[in-house]
């Protein structure tokens, strides 16, 4: 009999929406569930909107796998598990502090979601590869102890904890081992590493033991980071340290100070202009990147000016912009609210602002030579400042992904650049 190669799933097994620790999470679930024939939806709350996406791709995926158990996990799940397990497409509800235990996924019970404010410890996920992606992410924190007016991601993700520093090294050496040349350090609130540890060490002396201890590793990227937590041990590392990337992507949210005091954010306008001031005097090459909210409940002309006006005066090349999605339970839900159509208008006056900023960088960026970690399809990379860059010479293209590649920036495609071999 001849032997018929089945054809490809016309849905992926999982499906991760939100944030890098979903993506982190997501590798550890992929190796645990490894064999097993399941969809596995890994959901994001941040927003109304994550939560309906959320929704659409379970629909999606009984449509194309009708066949298959879906099984729904991450923030949205552990928010509201009856909503989601009361979907006739939904197999199984799995909880945020279940997701990364294979008891979890071999037991039977329709939904396994437990207090996530009782959890007090992580540990690092044991993903065995990032196949679709040239860099690894590595949790080393999770869950948050500030509660912002407007963030639902705590009753997501419970207290802040840290993965213990010895832990983190050892799962930055092994995939280094295994070829990874980018890792990035991923976590809820990623500046407040270390507090629960023995000794209360910071995110800076985190990093400090991954570059004492991996010298094989060649560039270490940061995730998200509070602006106003930056101390000073932690900026002299990624304004004087050469395999820290030139990329900071930074929570700010607003630019207003009565609408950031409303936030409930711990830092002032002012705070953060002048740390994006501090880090581009230090290292002219670093990259800011940000969240910004438009349309925040009582939000006037005046004050949405002010966070626009942001976009200039921190240099926010990598912007992410959302209008303001309020979410139940959450005390900025019920404060006055800027009508829905505004928040969208505001938005797009942002985006329309950030995408002037970004053009006016990329171009200066002509005529550069970057190293570009090549990333699947091969056609395309990121430099260290993690601009994307299109590669269009074919010889390039055969690049193995993860490799490091000089390019010569020669033009501009969109909002990337284009890169020949250097």
Not at 366 to 384: C, K, M, N, S
Request: glycine share 6%; proline share 7%.
């Amino acid at each position: 009999m001849t032997a018929v190669t089945p054809a490809p799933a016309a849905y992926p097994d999982i499906v991760t929406l939100g944030c890098r620790l979903n993506l982190a999470e997501s590798e550890t679930i992929r190796t645990i569930n490894a064999g097993r024939d399941m969809v596995v939806i890994n959901s994001c709350a941040v927003t109304e909107n994550a939560v309906r996406e959320t929704r659409a791709a379970i629909r999606r995926a009984h449509r194309a796998r009708p066949e298959v158990a879906i099984i729904v996990t991450g923030c949205a799940a552990q928010i509201d598990p009856a909503g989601f397990a009361a979907m006739p497409e939904v197999s199984r509800v799995i909880g945020n502090a279940e997701k990364l235990d294979p008891a979890a996924w071999i037991a039977t019970a329709p939904v396994i979601v437990s207090d996530i404010m009782a959890v007090r410890e992580t540990s690092p996920h044991l993903a065995a590869g990032f196949d679709a992606h040239a860099r690894a992410f590595v949790e080393v924190q999770n869950g948050c102890d500030h509660r912002c007016t407007f963030c639902i991601i705590p009753q997501g993700r419970g207290n802040s904890r840290s993965v213990p520093a010895g832990a983190v090294v050892d799962r930055v050496a092994s995939l280094v081992d295994a070829g990874y040349r980018e890792i990035v350090l991923t976590g809820v609130d990623l500046t407040s590493y270390g507090p629960d540890l023995p000794g209360s060490p910071t995110l800076a002396m985190l990093v400090e033991r991954i570059l004492r201890h991996v010298p094989a590793l060649q560039r270490l990227r940061l995730s998200s980071l509070d602006s106003i937590e930056i101390d000073d041990r932690l900026f002299d590392l990624v304004t004087g340290e050469a395999r820290i990337m030139p990329h900071l992507h930074l929570s700010l949210q607003a630019g207003d100070d009565m609408i950031l005091k409303r936030m409930k954010r711990r830092h002032s306008r002012a705070d953060a202009v002048r740390i994006v001031e501090r880090l581009k005097h230090a290292r002219p090459a670093i990259a800011i990147g940000a969240d910004l909210i438009a349309g925040f409940p009582t939000e006037d002309d005046a004050m949405f000016a002010n966070s626009a006006a942001l976009i200039d005066d921190c240099d926010i090349v990598h912007a992410h912009i959302f209008p303001y999605s309020p979410r139940q339970g959450t005390p900025a839900a019920r404060m006055p609210q800027v009508p829905p159509a505004v928040r969208k208008a505001r938005a797009a006056v942002m985006r329309q602002a950030a995408g002037a900023r970004r053009t006016r960088w990329l171009s200066a960026q002509l005529g550069t030579v970057q190293p570009v970690l090549i990333e699947r399809p091969g056609d395309r990379g990121h430099a260290p400042n993690f601009a994307e860059i299109r590669v269009t010479d074919p010889a390039a293209r055969r690049a193995p992904v993860g490799e490091i590649v000089a390019m010569t920036i020669t033009g501009m495609d969109g909002s990337r650049l284009i890169g020949v071999p250097a």
